[in-house]
């Protein structure tokens, strides 16, 4: 690459780049900022999300420019991660100690193993020394040795190599160490290791099961029989109640029913196709239309036609969280801790179905005519497979997990992560990871909670929570580990709260909105009518099942 201009910020390129060879020019807005040496990497954060450059590369002497797509950056992280998975609990598997555990539980522990390399001739651990951790080698050799009493000699036991494990009595509570691991392999030993506090944070009574919510099928049946032959035809429109990425959502009465109103959700099908997103779509209405919880908007029924999609919901007519939080500029520690639970129990319900949900923020958070708060908008939302992750790089810039920007796959563990990000919010007005750009808030974001200053209006006890909701591994995360989300029900930020009064409903929402009647939107805000006038039909046929 000759002196030239390699990348404007104006551009939308998709692909990371690594200069071998040369130097190069940063500059913004014809303003120079840096010079780059060889081994520097352009766009590691681009080739995550698909966004804007921010600065100008230009080549101060001839370059060698390396490349890689982000579709096959992508592609080669996936396939990557999951190979390591698949390796990894299968050496677990054949571990004793771990072969009865469930394979969701092995996953877990496969993603909080660290690869430890050590040289020929190395000590991996000694003879009387204390120690908390155990060992997987994964490529090489070592030999046992022994201490023999009354003898200053070590004595030789066994060679150990791929697939053997020691240090095992350490995850038991044994500190002192029995025998000498030593590296016997001119080439090295590469092991994968675990400590005991996080082994720990992992394993509990694996043979509990989650029974707080119990089957609600005959329920939703009922549900689906009191709307099985509502006709799109018999909704009538009456007003606006907020303007998506696909459509409008629409405050609706159905003819014969003035007793009640309904929320309906359009959405344009040519511009889902548009964007890719038809798989996001049928996955929102399969598990909106199966969800039966009070924490959750509750779907009764789709329609279709040329043009839209629609979903028939129940209306809040307490409007969205984010328009009070805005009006008031923030809450209190009460208020923040009511709405907070609620989460907390809609993210019980969704987590122990294994669903992530992956888009919690003030604006998809909806108060009902009692005050209570109920998830909506499942656009993001995922059913995973036990124990597995996914890789689509999706949510709201300021709510993003680092796992998802780094491309490392990710699961439940990320909305405990958006979680402590919305207590923030609601205590202060402002997420904590905040820039002028999605590029800046990421960086931001990957330097850690422990990088930002809380105000003084956040207790202590609200600051410990939200810095254990967003740990940089997942595994340590409040509500991922043994005791799973009760954990965080019990943290010291919610002594005394009735958990049980709040399921029951029984409890006094801390802000009650004003809804005089079924059809009253006065806690929305106004909406100008449609103008982008009729989308095209979309007779593809993708949507037969919706």
Known sequence: MSQRTSRRDTSSKNSLSLFPEGCVEVSRENKFLSTLTPGKVLGELAILYNCQRTATIKAATDCKLWAIERQCFQTIMMRTGLIRQAEYTDFLKSVPIFKNLPEDTLIKISDVLEETFYAHGDYIIRQGARGDTFFIISKGRVKVTMKMPNSNEEKYIRTLTKGD????????????????????????????????????????????????????????????????????????????????????????????????????????????????????????????????????????????????????????????????????????????????????????????????????????????????????????????????????????????????????????????????????????????????????????????????????????????????????????RLGYQKGGISEIQKHKWFDGFNWEGLVNRTLTPPILPKVHHVTDTTNFDDYPPDSDGLPPDDLTGWDAHF
């Open 165 to 476: 494990f020691f240090g095992e009595k350490a995850l038991q509570g044994d500190d002192l160490r029995t025998a000498n691991i030593i590296v016997d392999d001119p080439e090295g030993v590469s092991t994968l290791v675990i400590d005991r506090e996080t082994f720990n944070q992992l394993i509990s009574n694996l043979d509990e099961i989650r029974t707080k919510y119990k089957d609600e099928q005959i329920d939703r049946r009922r549900v689906n029989e009191e709307f099985e032959n509502v006709k799109l035809c018999d909704l009538k429109i009456l007003t606006t109640l907020g303007v998506g990425g696909f459509g409008r959502v629409e405050l609706v009465q159905i003819h014969g029913r003035p007793s009640k109103s309904y929320a309906l959700k359009q959405m344009k099908k040519a511009q889902i196709v548009e964007t890719r997103q038809q798989q996001h779509i049928m996955s929102e209405k399969e598990i909106m239309g199966e969800a039966n919880c009070d924490f959750i908007v509750k779907l009764f029924k789709t329609f279709k036609d040329a043009k839209y999609l629609y979903m028939l919901m129940e209306s809040c007519l307490g409007g969205e969280l984010w328009t009070v939080l805005r009006d008031k500029g923030h809450f209190d520690d009460a208020t923040t801790r009511f709405y907070t639970a609620c989460v907390v129990e809609a993210f019980d319900y969704l987590h122990s179905r294994n669903i992530i949900y992956r888009d919690l923020k003030p604006e998809n958070l909806l108060l009902d005519n009692q005050g209570y708060v109920k998830l909506v908008d499942f656009g993001f939302a995922k059913k995973l497979q036990t124990g597995r992750k996914t890789w689509t790089f999706c949510g709201t810039p300021e709510y993003v997990a680092p796992e998802v920007i780094l491309n490392k796959g990710h699961d439940i563990s990320a909305d405990y992560w958006s979680l402590g990000v919305l207590m923030f919010e609601l205590l202060t007005g402002t997420p904590p990871f905040t820039g002028s750009d999605p590029m800046k808030t990421y960086n931001i974001i990957l330097k850690g909670i422990d990088a930002i200053d809380f105000p003084r209006n956040i207790t202590r006890n609200a600051m410990a929570l939200i810095k254990k909701l967003c740990r940089d591994n997942p595994a340590e």
